[in-house]
């Protein structure tokens, strides 16, 4: 018997559809987000592999439908995809693989539905984004979309009572406030080349930098000097968000100081590329992750 298929037996996974749903999210996972697929295979207890790999799919999907095509495609897509979703999760069954996989982990896992749903809430706030004026708007940004995205699959690593989370969710809405700056600092040339500018203008003014040296890719003092106080900014969220790992319980835990490590080590190879990151994203060191996977692993076993 394969591993994954113990991980579906814990789960109490029995059904032969249901199980290739699931295989078939595994298999989405594993192909667009390597190093999280191998740390969840790696550190998560495996009766939760199956519904955090899920999770992680339908974020991974409703994502793609926000950000593939022209506005109109995709509120249609997005509105197709969230109707089939309330449906699934409402018990009145669903057509698409995904959406039935996440309804079975909502029936094992409330917690998961609940989040499920209040992201569908909110999601289309990634589609109406022009940029940000202020870092409140920034802050506001992170609130409706970038935190109840996280919660998503957070949710299943983190206390499973709705009144014991309050400690855990305000050390998630840190951990994102830095991930999410660092996501946007690391994508900022695919960003500009799609005419998307997520550096608050209040920031740009403020270092005395323009869209228009950003989209050029110009290499100057105060183009550094923006970079590194955005980074530094993330680093000291993610630092802050360290504390998931003592508001998480002790299942959780290796996952949750995997995440924000892996982050950690993006963050520092996006430091050591500084203005180059006008032209490409920075990845973290392989070696160095691989490290990260493993003293973790360790730790669990």
């Not at 550096?199 to 110009?218: C, I, W, Y």
Request: proline share 6%; aromatic share 6%.
């Amino acid at each position: 018997m394969s591993n994954w298929s113990r991980a579906l037996d814990a789960a109490d996974i029995t059904s032969p559809v249901l199980r290739e749903d699931y295989t078939a999210a595994r298999r989405t996972v594993a192909r667009f987000r390597r190093e999280a697929y191998v740390a969840v295979r790696l550190l998560v207890p495996p009766a939760l592999v199956p519904d955090v790999l899920v999770a992680t799919a339908f974020m991974h999907h409703t994502d793609n439908l926000l950000d593939s095509g022209r506005p109109e495609q995709r509120i249609a897509a997005f509105g197709g995809w969230e109707r089939e979703v309330r449906a699934a999760l409402a018990g009145s069954g669903a057509e698409l693989p995904l959406a039935r996989a996440l309804a079975s982990g909502a029936g094992r896992h409330p917690t998961l539905g609940r989040h499920a749903e209040a992201f569908l809430d909110t999601a289309l706030t990634d589609l109406e984004f022009t940029g940000f004026a202020a870092e409140a708007d920034y802050q506001r940004y992170v609130d409706a979309y970038s935190l109840p995205a996280l919660m998503v699959v957070a949710c299943l690593l983190g206390p499973q009572e709705p009144d014991a989370d309050g400690a855990y969710r305000a050390a998630c809405r840190s951990f994102i406030d830095g991930s999410q700056r660092l996501d946007f600092v690391n994508d900022l040339a695919e960003d500009l080349a799609a005419e998307r500018l997520t550096v608050p203008e209040d920031v740009l003014k403020e270092h005395r930098v323009t869209r228009a040296d950003l989209a050029a890719g110009r290499d100057t003092t105060e183009v550094r000097a923006l970079l590194a106080d955005l980074l530094a900014r993330a680093r000291a969220s993610l630092l802050d968000g360290g504390e998931l790992v003592r508001s998480a319980p002790p299942a959780g835990r290796p996952m949750v100081r995997a995440l924000v490590g892996l982050e950690l080590l993006t963050l520092k190879a996006a430091e050591a590329k500084g203005p180059a990151l006008l032209r490409g994203s920075a990845r973290p060191s392989l070696p160095a992750a691989a490290a990260l996977l493993l003293r973790e692993y360790r730790a669990r076993r």
